[in-house]
């Protein structure tokens, strides 16, 4: 079983930059494909960006394309993205999860997900 907790969430103003921590507790997700997703309140989680396990191949959703970017530690084991230049419609809570799969932007072909950190973007 893999546990994945994130951290790094915060409040920020819009133009500000904040960083996402995803690491998993116990079990190594070191040749797992990952992908960073996010819900807002009252709408669906969407996919935001994903990793393959080598960190060669990489996603992202045209909502953040340029301005956020996933990447792998050196020991492929912890998961970052770095946001920057937020907006206000950038809150949401935001989710790592972990496949075993090839990298994909499709949720429900991910099998780990961690709890979520919230990221809250004012104007």
């Known amino acids: 079983q893999v546990q994945l907790v994130e951290s790094g969430g915060g409040s920020v103003q819009a133009g500000g930059s904040l960083r996402l921590s995803c690491a998993p507790s116990?079990?190594?997700?070191?040749?797992?494909?990952m992908g960073w997703f996010r819900q807002a309140p009252g709408k669906e989680r969407e996919f935001v960006a994903s990793?393959?396990?080598?960190?060669?191949?990489?996603y992202y959703a045209d909502s953040v394309k340029g301005r956020f970017t996933i990447s792998r530690g050196n020991a492929k084991n912890t998961v970052y993205l770095q946001m920057n230049s937020l907006k206000p419609e950038d809150t949401a809570v935001y989710s790592c999860?972990?496949?075993?799969?090839?990298?994909?932007?499709?949720?429900?072909?991910?099998?780990?997900w961690g709890q979520g950190t919230q990221v809250t973007v004012s104007s």
């Open positions: 999860a972990a496949t075993e799969r090839p990298v994909s932007r499709r949720s429900e072909l991910y099998d780990y």
């Open positions: 116990g079990r190594t997700v070191g040749t797992y494909a």
């Open positions: 990793i393959n396990w080598g960190g060669g191949v990489t």
